[in-house]
């Protein structure tokens, strides 16, 4: 059931419909009125939301059954996603294994405390800026950002390490990569 609620709570009528019914309950009426779609959208959100066991017919109309979406959310948790194979491109077999133990799909679930483990993370993560190339400091947000949402703390660690040097410029401050390794990464 995990994956299928995460999956229906991806569209954004469904997921409207889920988000008004977290406040309370609502009839489709209510519904409506609060999502601001047409009925024929609500019924059909509502079959497939009921029939996730997301949603439930109770006395004042339809409500969220907040317990299975949990058990959803917990479920789709304990799935282990392996590490994407473009992670571990052009790393060593030793760097492979530290990288396998810290990335899901191409997500950095943990920072790792280890010093050595730390540089292999940021290693890989060094490769995703381009040599010779400035970045504002916005722009090397939105790239650590996919990987990790503590993305300031990789940014101080990879200028820390002397994986990108910092510049003051004007008002901000402008970034570049200045080491690791020179791999190319897979094509997309």
Known sequence: MATTAASL??????????????????????????????????????GDLRNAGI???????????????RAAAKEQADVEVPMDPA???GMTDDERVVLERYF??????????????QVVVLQRLALE???GRRYTELEVNDVL??????????????VDEGFLDREAIGGGNEYWRSGGRVTDLPPD
């Open 104 to 117: 899901s799909g191409r997500t950095l679930v943990e920072f790792p405390s280890q010093r050595a483990k």
């Open 145 to 158: 950002f996919p990987f990790f949402a503590d993305w300031s703390t990789l940014r101080r660690h990879l």
């Open 129 to 131: 800026f381009d040599l």
């Open 9 to 46: 709570l991806l569209d954004v009528d469904r997921l409207a419909v889920a988000g008004a019914l977290a406040a309370r309950s609502m009839t489709t009426d209510e519904l409506v009125a609060a999502t601001g779609r047409t009925s024929r959208v609500v019924l059909t959100c509502l």
């Open 87 to 89: 992670i571990g491109y």
């Open 55 to 69: 949603v439930r017919q109770g006395d004042a109309g339809y409500e969220l059954d907040v317990a299975a979406l």
